[in-house]
């Protein structure tokens, strides 16, 4: 009986001659990277229990209101800019927006994505304004007319200090109107701490 050579490729053996040999090869292999492999397996598994901690550990920021909890009808006009207070809370994570108030308010650090939606009837012009501290960032703007009813969005991303404060500003003069539709929304969320 004529044996084949072993062809040898790294430490493992290739061929059909002597079994004992291959088995004897594959397992000191597997011994040698064993080791390796294991300490690799933990150094993974710390790193994802790390990113697990921090990931818990970052704030929770994020509110959805609308502006009616019930009924329906218009919300203006008033003859002074005038902040709207959305009564229908969707979500209130961290409790930093204030229904009584209108304002949400900034105690985390960070970058915000920030919405909000206006709709009017056709019997009043729209003019409303997402403010930040007072200051005016994004609006949305409607004539009324010769149609009928109008929606409009806007959104931004800010970065916000703490003590920071965004609301939405019905203009003077101006109206939204709203019903259990919840067509007048404002949103935000952290998008990262900085």
Known sequence: MQSRPIITLGKLALGKSNGEENER???EHHRSCQPSLSSELCSLKARVER????????????????LRESGSGNIGPFQTDTVIQ?????????????P????????VRGVYYLRFTAYNDMTADTNVVLM?????????WDKSGQDANDSASNA??????????????????????DDLGYYNSFSGFLL???
């Open 156 to 177: 931004v991303v800010l970065q916000l200090e703490v003590g920071d404060n965004v609301f939405v500003q019905l203009k003077a003069n101006n109206r939204v109107f």
């Open 25 to 27: 090869v594959a397992t």
């Open 51 to 66: 990113l697990e901690n921090d990931l818990k550990a970052l704030p929770k920021v994020a509110f959805s209101v609308a």
């Open 86 to 98: 959305y009564k229908k809370i969707f979500a209130n994570i961290g409790n930093f927006y204030n």
């Open 192 to 194: 990262f701490p900085v």
């Open 100 to 107: 009584s108030t209108g304002i949400f308010t900034a105690m």
């Open 132 to 140: 930040k501290n007072g200051e005016r960032t994004v609006s949305i």
